[in-house]
């Protein structure tokens, strides 16, 4: 539902996210759902708005586009706090916790700003907490969400379960948000030659993502691919398969919501902080000297986005290494 204006004030929630941590900010939303009769109102990117409305119900929308905001997504310009001002926030929870949402928020009129952000933005919040440097990245949104209202589940407790499809094409998504994450399109082309053979192997992508030589390249080895024009897209896709495999991205958190099975080769990022709860999902990465630490998301890279001397942590994941494993999973899962 898009956003209207009411009297009285509404409980704005900030997520200005990229798609796989839009996925996390879920369960801590929903607490605050329960916790109000008050007309809710998520402030987001337009491109996050289809996963919330996979799951959220009686919720309405304010999309501010990334244009609204300069110096790389980090400031707020004048017409986005207006927006912002036009939805009469009574209660804010700013679920971001960055530069872009502190001066979205700053000099808001509401009665209670919660949320996280670094220590030189505390005196915005009347009620804030520390970002939180441990897994998972659900519980930092629910601290948010516990700052003044008593959370209903815990983070054990919001599993989703799987979806009863056994006989959908297996989807693999090649790319990540950023080069270092991705096992490379030639593995995942290798992988998808050695699975074809006996399962429905279809691989998808943004339509931007791939050449016109590289997607000639894909059907002349007989692979099918996918090639999605908007996030709906790559929903109603995902709705369809029976199992995901990618990197660590949000495509795959994506799947993991829509209560797919789920199949995630992490390279520079620590999984124990994205992995998705439930029998019917498995991982694999490589664990090097390297490698972030515990209680650290990223590796001493920044995941790879300062630069990295030799991505070993993607380049020795072996393709018959992850054959091996997703064989077994597949066979578990009752893919067929």
Not at 54 to 81: C, G, M, P, Q, W
Not at 136 to 149: G, H, R, T, W
Not at 279 to 299: G, V
Request: some cysteine.
């Amino acid at each position: 539902m898009l956003s209207k204006n009411k009297s009285g004030g509404s409980i704005v929630i900030v997520a200005l996210h990229k798609l796989g941590d839009a996925v996390f900010t879920i369960p801590a939303i929903k607490q605050i759902i329960y916790n109000y009769e008050k007309e809710i109102v998520i402030v987001c990117y337009p491109e996050t708005v289809p996963i919330y409305e996979t799951v959220l119900t009686n919720v309405y929308y304010y999309k501010i586009e990334h244009s609204n905001f300069h110096f790389n997504d980090r400031y707020a310009d004048r017409k986005a706090r207006k927006l912002l001002s036009s939805q009469n926030p009574e209660i804010i929870y700013d679920l971001t916790g960055v530069m872009t949402s502190a001066t979205l928020i700053f000099n808001s009129r509401a009665r209670e700003i919660n949320g996280m952000n670094r220590e030189h933005f505390k005196s915005i919040y009347d009620n804030y907490c520390e970002i939180r440097q441990k897994p998972n990245l659900i519980d930092k949104y629910m601290d948010i969400a516990s700052l003044n209202i008593e959370l209903k589940k815990q983070k054990s407790d919001i599993a989703v379960p799987r979806k009863n499809i056994h006989t959908g094409p297996v989807l693999i998504h090649p790319f990540a948000g950023w080069k270092a994450k991705e096992w490379s399109l030639n593995k995942f082309i290798k992988l998808s030659l050695k699975l074809k053979n006996e399962y429905d192997i279809r691989l998808i992508t943004k339509q931007s993502d791939i050449s016109e030589e590289v997607r000639k390249e894909i059907e002349y080895y007989g692979i099918d691919l996918i090639q999605t024009k908007t996030i709906n897209d790559l929903i109603t896709n995902i709705k369809e398969c029976s199992i995901f495999i990618g990197n660590d991205s949000g495509p795959v958190y994506i799947a993991s919501l829509l209560g797919k099975a789920t199949f995630t080769i992490f390279g520079p990022t620590n999984p124990e902080f994205s992995l998705s709860s439930g029998e019917h999902h498995r991982h694999i990465a490589k664990t090097l000297k390297c490698s972030p630490e515990k209680n650290t998301q990223y590796c001493f890279t920044n995941a790879g986005q300062n630069g990295c001397p030799a991505f070993e942590c993607m380049n020795q994941i072996q393709i018959d290494e992850v054959y091996y494993n997703l064989a077994i999973f597949l066979s578990e899962q009752n893919v067929t």
